[in-house]
């Protein structure tokens, strides 16, 4: 029996995981999956519980689990408070604690999706990339960093570390993804400027020499965010630092029409994988039914490919989200100005996914 713990968190968490976990639960019936699930909180809805963004035996459970599904955490309730008591610490936490620095996120373009990007028809047609972001170290996690005055002047520093080890083996994830794929790592820096830069250059041309099938090349980071735009189809992994990969995932992700498409996975060296939407809480439509759940529901598909090794069950779920798009059906931010159906809401979208995989 694997365990999965649910962390639905704030705004339209707690909707799209729902059908997320619904979807995972038919998966695990046809491909005879034996799944048990326990719930806790984190975010806002931990804060608002317990006084904090995660508890210890919230991390506790995650630890004795096979995985986590996640929702999104956050909302503008909390936006006043001290940074390091904010929601968003909850998930910053959780990625340390479990020893998560590998986040994959796919942007894949599906067929009946192609005039949903707001990019034209023959340059989103066909994308399927990639990005492997460094998730536990970098600018979000260096020290010192903190609020001071300085001379009678506020002050804000952060600190931007990184070392071979922790380069190295999140450029293994990147080569080793790229192997199972297309065969190309682009790797994304600023070493004209950065130190930091500099030493992944060098390491990541050092893991580079131990995967000869794959096609290695460099990119400045302000020059990729405009390549992505004018040229996505030409990348298969993209592999960066954390804070360039929150930045370039991101704009992968709306590349592909909406960011309520795109699911991610991070993973780490302990065993435990978290998986959750790319997209965040949108607390201006939670509880109205009006929500996305593909990209949650798509994350639940990594979830059986890479923590429960069942590439049979991720595929079909796939497939049910391509064959239900192929129907026509769509949620608000995919409908586009130019569609003219009814729009589906996010526990009908997720019942249509459930439909596909149970008659599949």
Known sequence: MERILVLP?????????????????????????????????????SIDARNTPLSDAAIDRARGSRAVLLGAVGGPKWDAMPVDVRPEKGLLRIRKELGLFANLRPATVFPALVDAS????????????????????????????????????????????????????ITRVAFESAQRRRKEVCHVHKANVLEVSQLWMTVVEEVASD????????????????????????????????????????????????????????????????????HGSAPDIAGQDAANPLAAILSAAMLLEHSLDAPDAA??????????????????????????????????????????????
């Open 9 to 45: 968190g704030d705004g339209i968490g707690p909707e799209v995981v729902a059908e997320a976990r619904r979807v995972l639960e038919v998966a695990a019936d046809r491909f005879d999956l034996k799944l048990e699930f326990e719930d806790d909180l984190i975010g806002g809805a």
């Open 118 to 169: 707001s990019l034209r028809r023959e340059i989103v047609e066909g994308i399927d990339l990639l990005v492997v972001r460094e998730l536990t170290g970098g600018i979000y996690f260096g020290e010192p960093r903190g609020n001071a005055l300085v001379d009678g002047r506020r002050e804000a520093r952060n600190t931007m570390v990184y070392d071979e080890v922790e380069i190295a083996r």
């Open 211 to 278: 995967f000869p099938d794959v096609e290695l090349s460099h990119q400045l980071v302000d020059s990729m965010a405009m390549l992505l735009l004018r040229e996505p189809g030409r990348y298969d992994v993209i592999v960066t630092g954390n804070l360039f990969g929150d930045i370039l995932s991101d704009e992968a992700a709306m590349i592909t029409g909406s960011l309520g498409m795109l699911p991610s996975a991070s993973l780490g060296e302990g065993g435990v994988g978290l998986y959750e939407p790319v």
């Open 315 to 360: 595929n079909a779920v796939r497939e049910a989200v391509s064959a239900v798009l192929a129907d026509g059906h769509r949620t608000a931010d995919i409908a586009g100005q130019s569609f003219d159906g009814p729009v589906t809401g996010c526990r009908a979208m997720g019942g249509l996914i459930l439909a596909r995989l149970g008659d599949a």
